[in-house]
């Protein structure tokens, strides 16, 4: 069973940093492009940034770019989200997405469950 | 950046009649459109690949069409567990973004 369990948010101040997890299980995790994908609270989905699964390509929505950065650990099966600069409109849940498919497609398969981040002073 | 527009923001349906959901792209995507369910508390869930394929365990009553830059959704029949809101997502060069959504509620 393919699982996804973020981990990370919590409370921080603007300008402040932190870092969020993301465990994969049930699927060859290195075989898959993931996504972080953010929607603030009771608004829409926002695609944050990408990775390939062998983390050569990595790519940022316009709103992140320079702020945070993607990457992932194939041997521990895990995605990270590095958060810099951090600003009141980053507070969003931020789920981890599977691509469904290691080739030219569009589509994520499994979601996790989210976890918040919440930028105030 | 490539902006998905989605229509209309709600629909009013019953149970039983026949949902159509608009997505439209400022530019071609080709067939990289997916579309997405997600309901209050929840994950979104994937429904269409690639513009028309049903991913795995998605009833038959939900289909996609459409390419370039206009796709539409169909749910057939609507069921009670239909009722949620509905967001398009293309692809372009490694990148993403979503439509704002389509509500669906029950009238």
């Known amino acids: 069973e393919v699982q996804l369990l973020e981990s990370g948010g919590g409370l921080v101040q603007p300008g402040g940093s932190l870092r969020l997890s993301c465990a994969a299980s049930g699927f060859t995790f290195s075989n898959y492009a993931m996504s972080w994908v953010r929607q603030a609270p009771g608004k829409g989905l926002e695609w944050v940034s990408g990775i390939s699964g062998g983390a050569s390509g990595t790519y940022y929505a316009d709103s992140v770019k320079g702020r945070f950065t993607i990457s992932r650990d194939n041997s521990k099966n895990t995605l990270y989200l590095q958060m810099n600069s951090l600003r009141a409109e980053d507070t969003a849940f931020y789920y981890c997405?599977?691509?469904?498919?290691?080739?030219?497609?569009?589509?994520?398969?499994?979601w996790g469950q989210g976890t918040l981040l919440t930028v105030s002073s | 950046e490539i902006v998905l527009t989605q229509s209309p923001a709600t629909l009013s349906l019953s149970p039983g009649e026949r949902a159509t959901l608009s997505c439209r792209a400022s530019?071609?995507?080709?067939?990289?459109l997916a579309w997405y369910q997600q309901k209050p508390g929840q994950s979104p869930r994937l429904l269409i690949y690639d513009a028309s394929n049903r991913a795995t365990g998605i009833p038959a009553r939900f289909s996609g069409s459409g390419s370039g830059t206009d796709f539409t959704l169909t749910i057939s029949s609507l069921e009670p567990d239909d009722f949620a809101v509905y967001y398009c997502?293309?692809?372009?060069?490694?990148?993403?973004?979503f439509g704002q959504g389509t509500k669906l509620e029950i009238k």
């Open positions: 997405a599977k691509k469904w498919s290691g080739g030219d497609s569009c589509g994520f398969d499994y």
């Open positions: 530019q071609s995507v080709s067939s990289y």
């Open positions: 997502q293309q692809r372009s060069n490694s990148m993403y973004t």
